[in-house]
């Protein structure tokens, strides 16, 4: 109609078929003749990585590329998210976890090794005896020693030179007490004598008898140490420090001191414990250097220069073990905690010293010069021992 608009250009409706398109190998175009449409370039998958070729002739994924799909799933690509040096910091973390659990591994067992070894090392013997058990626990330290005949009492051979009475109430201060060893005292079946003739004659079992019948406590547990052996000791734990004030050059312990402390060897250690004819106050003085040794003696094995040393924790197992009996039913935590008891002993809260003495010149015919302990105070000082009665201190010692 004429003035009207033209009429809207129909829409082309789109028709899903698939549209010819050129030969890329020929080059010729696959449109009909008189088709105005565009058919569009091939175009190549997004995902398509270039890829490169490497001296061994295997393709090389470039940055970016797409990773390729094995299974239906896609790989994660290689694109530096996870580097080498990650790899090698696990790999370190699992050396250090490892080597934590060996050392773990060798802290719980080496303690557990040493006892089963230094329990296989020692030397036991029947001490014990049949008597009544006593509240507390009771130890007998024995030093024995090998020395030719005493003329004055006709004994020979092996004798006590030392015996120490541990014990540990059920209550009150623990006690260490050293029977001097020429205390006059009675013997079963030998009627009295000096206390380490029952060594002699009838070893531990006699002496542990005869100190029972002395205390009236029941020994649980029996320790001998051989001199020799002091001397070995010492020197696994390099040396122990010891204190006198007295000036000594004793020809036959072999002691040269003069006063004050210092840090010494086993031959010297050895020569503190035995000499007593240069000290005024004789075997009580010695006494007391001998508990002043083993003090010293459990001090350094407990320290850490022993303790955190695994060649001294040997050495000293092997020198202590060579050097000690024991009764047949001790073993080695009794003697571990045998050590902290006379620690605690030896300490600000213990009891050391000897029982009252009356003479230390009595002479009773027969065996020489002997110890006299008081007879009426002698008993009733055990008794208050093993009951944990006495205050923490020194007791005993020379008469006044």
């Known amino acids: 109609m004429p003035g009207a608009a033209p009429a809207a250009e129909p829409t082309p409706t789109r028709i899903d078929r698939a549209v010819p398109r050129a030969d890329p190998r020929s080059g010729h175009d696959a449109r009909p003749p008189g088709s105005t449409h565009a058919i569009p370039a091939p175009v190549r998958p997004a995902a398509a990585a270039r890829r490169t070729v490497s001296s061994s002739g295997r393709p090389v994924p470039q940055v970016g590329a797409a990773a390729p799909v094995r299974g239906g799933q896609t790989e994660r690509p290689a694109t530096g ?10 790999r370190r973390r699992r050396a250090v976890v490892l080597t934590l659990v060996l050392v773990l591994v060798l802290l719980l067992a080496w303690p557990v090794g040493l006892v089963m070894w230094a329990n296989g090392r020692l030397h036991h013997v029947s001490a014990l005896s049949a008597a009544a058990a006593t509240p507390g626990t009771t130890y007998l330290l024995a030093g024995s020693d090998q020395r030719p005949a005493d003329m004055q009492d006709g004994t020979a051979g092996a004798r006590s030179d030392t015996i120490l009475l541990l014990h540990v109430p059920t209550s009150g201060p623990t006690a260490l007490i050293s029977i ?22 009838g070893g531990p079992k006699l002496l542990v008898a005869t100190v029972e019948k002395l205390t009236g406590m029941k020994v649980d547990h029996y320790v001998e140490v051989g001199f020799g052996g002091i001397e070995t000791v010492v020197n696994a734990v390099g040396g122990v420090h010891l204190c006198s004030d007295l000036n000594v050059n004793d020809q036959l312990s072999g002691l040269v001191w003069t006063p004050g402390c210092r840090t010494v060897d086993g031959t010297t250690a050895l020569a503190f414990s035995r000499m007593r004819y240069s000290d005024p106050t004789g075997d009580v003085g010695r006494t007391a250097r001998q508990r002043q040794v083993i003090s010293a003696i459990t001090k350094v094995a407990a320290s850490p220069a022993v303790l955190l040393a695994p060649g001294k924790q040997v050495a000293l197992v092997r020198a202590g073990t060579d050097s000690l009996t024991v009764d047949d039913a001790t073993g080695v935590l009794d003697l571990g905690r045998l050590a902290l008891d006379f620690r605690a002993a030896t300490g600000p809260k213990g009891i050391t010293g000897t029982p009252p003495i009356k003479n230390l010149d009595y002479r009773p015919g027969n065996v020489g010069a002997t110890v006299q ?28």
């Open 373 to 400: 302990l008081d007879p009426a105070a002698t008993p009733t000082f055990f008794a208050q021992i093993r009951d944990g009665k006495l205050p923490a201190g020194t007791v005993g010692g020379t008469p006044k």
């Open 81 to 90: 998210t996870e580097p080498a040096g990650s790899m090698r910091v696990r």
């Open 180 to 201: 001097p060893r020429d205390s006059y005292v009675p013997i079963p079946g030998h009627g009295s004598n000096k206390i380490n003739a029952a060594y002699s004659w």
